[in-house]
Nanobody, 117 residues
Framework: QVQLLESGGGLVETGGSLKLSCAVS????????MAWYRQGPGQERELVAS???????TYSDSAKGRFTISIALAKNTVDLQMSSLQPEDTAVYYC???????????WGRGTQVTVSS
C-alpha cells in the first residue's frame, strides 16, 4: 500500500518561489511514474507535471519554463520546484503515484499554495 505525504506549500507573493515535496512510503508496489496535480478554487484537478522513473518529464503549458519536477529515488521523494508564481497558480497541489500493480493512481492529501497579488 502506498502512502504519499506532500509538504512545502504556503503563502508566497507574486513572482516568488516554492518547493513542494512528496514523500513516498509503503510497500508492495513498483513506481512507474509520479506526478503533481493541482485544483484551484472552483476548478477541476489538472496535471501540472509528471516524471517517469527514467526521468522523462512532461509539463502543462502553464508550468513550462517555471516549474521543475524531479525524483530522488534514494530518498523516495518527488519534488516540484516552482518559480515566478502567479495568483492563478493558487491551488491545492496533489502528489500522485502510478504503479505497475494498479490501473489507478494513488493520491496524497494535498498541500495548499496561495500566491498573493
Amino acid at each position: 500500500q502506498v502512502q504519499l505525504l506532500e509538504s512545502g506549500g504556503g503563502l508566497v507573493e507574486t513572482g516568488g518561489s516554492l518547493k513542494l515535496s512528496c514523500a513516498v512510503s509503503g510497500s508492495g508496489f513498483r513506481i512507474k511514474s509520479m506526478a503533481w496535480y493541482r485544483q484551484g478554487p472552483g476548478q477541476e484537478r489538472e496535471l501540472v507535471a509528471s516524471i517517469s522513473l527514467g526521468g522523462v518529464t512532461t509539463y502543462s503549458d502553464s508550468a513550462k519554463g517555471r516549474f521543475t519536477i524531479s525524483i530522488a529515488l534514494a530518498k523516495n521523494t518527488v519534488d516540484l520546484q516552482m518559480s515566478s508564481l502567479q495568483p492563478e497558480d493558487t491551488a491545492v497541489y496533489y502528489c500522485a503515484l502510478n504503479s505497475h500493480s494498479s490501473d489507478t493512481p494513488s493520491w496524497g492529501r494535498g498541500t495548499q499554495v496561495t500566491v498573493s497579488s
